[in-house]
């Protein structure tokens, strides 16, 4: 027997390693089971080339656990390792290693990405023994034991292994009793070795006989050695992709498609990615992704190795080439990782063009389901952006798809405006914009249906990306002013009879937290009396910070404001005007002789100062215009009170106002109420 100490600079690098990551010390199974791959894949090699001439024989890694005596052995019949290399591989390399490894990262674990590197030693987070019993493929080579307490002191043996091959055998410490649980081994091998490309046994099957579970002589076979994505896409069905899928995420419905990533120039890609079917906004989950390296699972969180947008997408992604070690924000500057993600993007708009031109109706069905990640990606990634917008749809109010182009040329002749802005009208909710969407379509006018979680910001982008374009959603204005063309429409009634109309209107407003206020158009007579609309601008706004915050969350403080426009050529309108005339005429001209000459008096003091500065003006003047305004004011006031009182016990004007709040589904509880009974007795 020979003793040993294992070179170190730092004696209390074990104490450190078993502090390490806490939450990640079960990687440790990862790492020495991984080394049995490792060991058996060179035989492999060796016998590929010639140089190991005897039988590979059973290959099949198998992990034990022996909870009496307090361990887990892994058990490979690879390459095996003869006292020097041990002495080399274990002592020193993976010792160094294990050290950089811990110099390195010891204060910044959040920021990394698997632990590949810790190697060997990782299994110290776990066990107060390690022992090595191994015997090399060489010929006469013999049989070492090595064993290592946790201290830089280990003893190497002679060992008692007749195969060749390598048994790590892990004498779990008190604080980590929980992985000498089985169940707990076994999501640990589901995690992390599922995939992996040589048979792992985790003890034997086991069968119900007689109400007990008894075992049986077959191994349990924990991975799957050849999964999908190592496979020839020209082998594969349509069927195997659901089929796996079903395998990745059980609980899932059936994918949209899928992407086979194959690739081995300028670096090693493979990988199956696929875009679930999001039933609910709720339902999108970032982190689905698995990352793999050689059929080893590193990371469910691929941030920064693929674009933003793809890690929506679920599926698998196995690369030697990312370098898994490092942090984060390494990786994002890291020029291999920049291609990978500039690859896989490219890929998924490849084959979303392949199946657009190949089965255009596929994927005008999948469109509602596909948009989410498409929009997300066409904001976030400008390339993706221009590798996709010639085949990106849009869909109008009729269900029917149209690419950009196809759109533009749909709606140039007719919803261009006096100002040559082609104006894209949309609706967000088909049900509650019913009646604008019906005004637009009447004017021979297309409606887009935008109801789309990112729609709101999807219509930003497009904005700046199409040539003089402009979205409004069709309930922001008057149809006519969401798209101005001629000069407008004569009114059949004067500025003078509209201002005394305001009132009128105004007495039945609403008196809820939003603002309102009355506008007169010279609309048709067939167009509604009177509508609600709310400004495209500051609807938008207010969606916006609805969503994400940002600069814009001051809009979402702001009471909503909205438009009532009254028609000013509709009879109803025109019948309540007259009306008026009737009952307050009387009223009125009492106030407008007292106005008039409080009026004309002010008139002639402006007019004997015009073009006087304000300092040359004389006081006398300033305080007798004063004086008259506020005499003036008074009786406005009052003239107004006439008109509010009429407009308050006018039922058509409130009729008006409700109609014109229903549709828009602004109408409820007990104004409802009252509505429907002031229905009837109007009737
Ligand atoms: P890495 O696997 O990255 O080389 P490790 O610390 O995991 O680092 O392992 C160090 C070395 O120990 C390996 O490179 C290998 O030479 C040797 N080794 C570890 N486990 C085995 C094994 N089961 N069979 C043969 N050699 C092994
Ligand atoms: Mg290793």
Redesign the pocket.
Known sequence: MTKGKIDVTTENIFPIIKKFLYSDHEIFLR??V??AI?ATQKLKTLANMGEFKGELGDLTIRIRLDKKKKTISVTDSGVGMTSDEIEKYINQI?FSSAEDFLAKYKNKESSMIGH?GL??YSSFMVSEKVEIITRSYMKDAQSVQWTCKGSPDYEIEEGKRTERGTEVILHIDKDSGEFLDESRIREILRKYCRFLPVPIAFGKKTEWKDGKSVELDEDDIINETQPLWTKKPVDLKDEDYQAFYKDLYPMSEAPLFNIHLNVDYPFNLTGILYFPKIKSNFDIQKNKIQLYCNQVFVTDSVEGIVPEFLTLLHGVLDSPDIPLNVSRSYLQSDSNVKKISGHITKKVADRLNEIFKNDREQFEKKWDDLKIFIEYGMISEEKFYDQISKFSLLKNTEGKYFTFEEYEKLIKENQTDRNKTLVYLYTTNMEEQFGYIEAAKNKGYDVLVMDGYLDLHFINHLETKFNKSHFVRVDSDVIDNLIQKEESRESKLTVDQQNDLKPVFSSQLPETGASYNVTFESLSETDQPVLITQMEFMRRMKDMSQIGGGPMSFYGDMPNQYNVVVNANHPLVLRIHDEKEKKCTRSLVKYDEKIKPLQENKAEIEKANKGKKDDEIQQADKDRIEDLDKKMKEFKDKREQVLRKFGKENKVVRQLIDIALLSNNMLKGEDLGRFVKRSIELL
Do not use: H, Q, R, V
Request: glycine share 12%; proline share 0%; aromatic share 22%.
């Open positions: 790492e020495i991984s080394n490792d993976a590949f190697g060997f």
